[in-house]
């Protein structure tokens, strides 16, 4: 749950590798010194007259909106009564009418009063000058708004009468009140929010006012069990819960002037501080001691059951009317799996509608921020998020709310990694996508052929609580940014990772959507959780990009291209967990997020198989019981096979798009 707070900046296109590409001779070139500083010196007067003619725009700041906009604050009433604080933001240019633009957020709209305006971000940094009416809103119960708050708010398919609300009727009443009372509005809004605003944005276009022209909802939530934010595969995402609640969960006296304390946790060593931590029922015990209500209620749910069905936001995404553009981020570590899922359901719940998908090399909202041209020490050769901004959402909102002709998206405009490139597709997944598995097999080998009678059925290792595997080579106090493409060579070194690997590729492999992990397995305790991680090995000779100031040495370097958690006790169904029982082989199966990804010739392909990811994920006992009130003494070793026969085969199935040998 990214909480909006930081300047917003970005741009993007492609590139090309040593690997693919051969490097210059290395054979010095030797220039008289006199004319290097004369062409140093023609290319610094090129470079002023250059700028001279055209100066760098003007940028955004909080002067810039006063002088262009007027700043307005309302509370408008919902059909049950309860009031919702709204900023608007119009601009002085009153010649022509404007669009409205809105967001409503759980986040605040500091500052609060109309004679004071923000260091502006998101929507108003970036598209202040193409002149919007910008309207921002504290959705119920928070901050300035009336009502009660409710997390990921459960949507009410059926409605009787005024008190029947959700996040779809506010969204619905606050558009009609826009459109009828905001002077020289055009009759037009446009619904969008990243994080929980990108929850709020797909929830609101559920049974869309008819003057929602177009909706944006970006890396936004669909399930918190499932796999968003708190919870993969029932799998607990144990420093990102504690980091949000812990500030997001505290009560504020006055919200529209106070602002959450950071939680101090005396350490930037997070695998410390969770291990010393102990069991989950400790973080109330020791810290938050029942100030944060939710976490509370979060640890009285430890499966699948109707409080968590009933924040599946995925069934209700229907009667969608509005052009729709879902974005996210391939390495978006906490909304990932709902961009996915939400582009999908509302293609198959809403046929003909506009719904379109992008996907770019992001961390969570990096589209908004930052370049895009980088992340940790993997580069992508292009300012990616700047050519989002240009090339894809602005004329996606100047179509859908200003009637600009120009409007050449695909069905999905997706970033490729590995070639980094942009790629359009009519469809997405690609039709030419075919499935084929890796398969494990003896000697830490990986190959797309099945295996046969090996001498050796399985691998094991030994897994214990008390010395997870970290989840990162560093140390950190929270969920990193940059794990989700981290270099796993310290994992790989590790007694307790299993390690299969290609031989070295002959020719690129492209894969492009999702992957399923197929494991057969045993285990001698009655629980346990199962990771598995594809990773892009470079090449030996891998060169260190000019941007890695760190001298991080990348031959060898095993990038992460993708990786999930399955807790094991939900292998045959979320609602119903059940234990393993101790030495029989049993399947479990799930599926990690899509990627798409290259890996380049000369390059090699690896799974790393474990049982604990620390502390991304909370340590499972390996012992069944309810997780979030087990004891010290639930914690146990286990020993853990990986089985590799023709009858049961581990293996790792991706979608290819180029041939695969």
């Not at 610094?44 to 760098?56: D, E, H, L, S, V």
Request: charged share 25%; glycine share 8%; aromatic share 14%.
């Amino acid at each position: 749950m990214w909480l909006p707070g930081a300047s917003f900046k970005s741009i993007a296109f492609t590139r090309s590798r040593r690997d693919k590409f051969p490097m210059p001779s290395t054979e010095p070139i030797r220039f008289h010194l006199t004319a290097c500083w004369l062409i140093a010196l023609f290319a610094a007067g090129a470079r002023a007259q250059t700028n001279q003619a055209n100066p760098k725009p003007e940028e955004v700041t909080e002067a810039y909106l006063r002088e262009h906009y007027t700043k307005f604050e309302y509370k408008i009433p919902m059909r049950d009564g309860v009031k919702l604080f709204t900023a608007v933001y119009a601009p002085k240019d009153d010649t022509h009418p404007y669009p409205l633009l809105l967001t409503r957020t759980p986040y605040s709209l500091k500052p609060y009063t109309e004679d004071r305006y923000p260091d502006p971000g998101a929507q108003l940094k970036h598209y202040a000058k193409e002149k919007f009416i910008f309207v921002l809103q504290d959705v119920r119960g928070r901050n300035g708004s009336e009502g009660e708050f409710v997390h990921m708010r459960p949507h009410k398919p059926s409605k009787t009468g005024p008190r029947d609300i959700d996040e779809s009727t506010d969204a619905y009443d606050t558009i009609d009140w826009l459109v009828k009372n905001v002077p020289n509005n055009n009759g037009k809004a446009g619904l969008m929010g990243i994080s929980y605003p990108g929850f709020y944005t797909a929830a609101g276009m559920i049974d869309s006012h008819p003057a929602l022209k177009c909706a944006s909802p970006q890396a936004p939530i669909a399930d918190w069990f499932i796999g968003d934010d708190f919870h993969h595969n029932g799998a607990f995402y144990l420093p990102h819960a504690f980091g949000f609640f812990s500030s997001f969960g505290q009560k504020l006296e006055e919200p529209t002037r106070e602002a959450a304390k950071p939680f101090d946790y005396k350490t930037p060593d997070g695998y410390q501080f969770y291990l010393k931590l102990g069991p989950l029922a400790n973080a109330d015990k020791l810290y938050f001691k029942g100030k944060i209500e939710f976490w509370n209620e979060f640890m009285e749910h430890g499966s699948y059951d109707e409080f968590w069905q009933a924040r599946n936001l995925r069934p209700h995404l229907k009667n969608i009317k509005t052009a729709v553009m879902t974005v996210g981020g391939w390495y978006d570590a906490e909304d990932l799996f709902g961009p996915l899922q939400i582009y999908h359901e509302v293609e198959r719940n809403n046929p003909g509608i506009f719904n379109v998908l992008v996907v770019g090399p992001w961390p969570h909202g990096g589209w908004s921020r930052g370049e895009g041209d980088k992340l940790g020490h993997v580069d992508f050769y292009s300012k990616t998020a700047e050519f989002y901004r240009e090339n894809i959402e602005l004329p996606f909102l100047k179509h859908f709310l200003k009637d600009d002709a120009k409007l050449d998206l695909p069905e999905a405009y997706v970033f490729e990694t590995g070639t980094d490139q942009w790629r359009r597709y009519d469809s997405w997944p690609p039709k030419n996508a075919r499935e084929k598995a890796l398969y494990f097999h003896d000697g830490g080998r990986l190959s797309f052929e099945p295996p046969g009678n090996d001498a050796g059925a399985f691998d094991e290792y030994i897994s214990d609580p008390a010395k997870p595997v970290p989840f990162i080579p560093n140390i950190a106090i929270g969920m990193t940014r940059e794990h989700m493409l981290d270099d796993q060579r310290f994992a790989a070194s590790r007694p307790d990772v299993l390690v299969y690997q290609t031989d070295v590729l002959e020719e690129d492999v492209t894969i492009a959507g999702p992957i399923e992990a197929r494991l057969q397995v045993d285990t001698t305790g009655t629980d346990a959780d199962w990771v598995v991680k594809l990773i892009d090995v470079y090449s030996g000779d891998y060169p260190i990009p000019a941007t890695n100031t760190a001298g991080v040495q990348m031959g060898g370097y095993q990038q992460l291209v993708r990786g999930e958690v399955m807790r094991g006790k939900f292998r045959n169904s979320f609602t119903k967990p059940e234990p393993f029982e101790p030495g029989k082989v049993t399947k479990v199966e799930w599926v990690l997020p899509d990627a798409y990804h290259t890996f380049r010739r000369g390059h090699r392909i690896m799974v790393q198989v474990q049982s604990s990811w620390f502390p991304l994920v909370d340590r499972n006992p390996q012992k069944f019981c309810d997780i979030y009130h087990a004891r010290e003494e639930d914690f146990q070793k286990a020993t853990q096979r990986i089985y590799r026969l023709p009858q049961a085969s581990s293996q790792v199935r991706v979608q290819v798009l180029g041939p695969a040998k």
